[in-house]
């Protein structure tokens, strides 16, 4: 089963003075286990585009269809979506609003129409999920928390609805670098471990390199590149043309090229990129272990 996007456009304001079309022909498939990067300068129609996956946004002009669910059409039960596709929004923390973690994680599957015994059964999953300890934070204010297990418990609150696609606009922002690091952590184990499909939007090449095992690339609204990670920071002169960069290491490994040095530039890893800067100088990795 897979999310597959057909011609999709999105015009804001249709008709007036301030018309903005936001997506321009969109056409992607997003298949069940992948790991995808969505990247792009601002405005280039990231948000806009992930707000179709679970019906947020309706399309101007063409088709969303989730596991055969077709969001275009009407009539289509855009509950039965929002199961399927869970969506987290930059700065998730500000949708946190009840009294403790407890009530806010359990929001979501309540609505659901589901039983206690169902609901309290995902909630300590869910919370479990973003490595967090049930009992210590069950009772806690979430406005008393870290900034990272702020959102630790949004997220959470996304996962007790047993989303099959994880969609993350962004979650990483405006954390410091432990908060990043458990964040990305956490959404790394969520996809190799428990198998849930991810869709992480972000303007980090360095968080996503590593994570990613496909990138989408928006400019003004259209999909200018698809690709493995290794494949599209292959590109570096047309990322910098859009505004974007390519992550550190790979940078790192254009400039020593640049200089001379005879390297492959398509590394993302740290230990990957040691290992070839050391096997061009002619010499072994045992040698400097």
Sequence with gaps: MSIIIKDLYHTYQSGSPNETHALKNINLEIREGDFIGLIGHTGSGKSTLVQHLNGLLKPSKGEVIVDDINISQKGTKLTE??????????????????????????????????????????????????????????????????????????????????????????PTAGLDPQGRDEILTQIKYLHEQLKITIILVSHSMDDIAPLANRLIVMR???????????????????????????????????????????????????????DEILRVLGKGRKDYA
């Design 220 to 274: 003004q609204g259209q999909v200018e590149m698809e690709g493995t990670p290794r494949e599209v920071f292959q590109n570096a002169l047309r990322l910098k043309d859009i505004g974007l960069g390519v992550p550190t290491v790979t940078q790192l490994l254009y400039s020593l090229k640049a200089k001379g040095l005879d390297v492959k530039t398509d590394l993302l890893d740290i230990f990957e990129a040691k």
């Design 81 to 170: 979506v929002r199961k399927k596709v869970g969506l987290v929004f930059q700065y998730p923390e500000h949708q946190l609003f009840e009294e403790t973690v407890l009530k806010d994680v359990s929001f979501g599957p309540q609505n659901l129409g589901l039983s206690e015994e169902e609901v309290s059964k995902r909630v300590k999953k869910a919370i479990k999920m973003v490595n967090l300890d049930f009992n210590k934070i069950k009772n806690k204010s979430p406005f008393n928390l870290s900034g990272g297990q702020k959102r630790r418990v949004a997220i959470a609150g996304v996962l007790a609805m047993e989303p099959k696609y994880l969609v993350l606009d962004e």
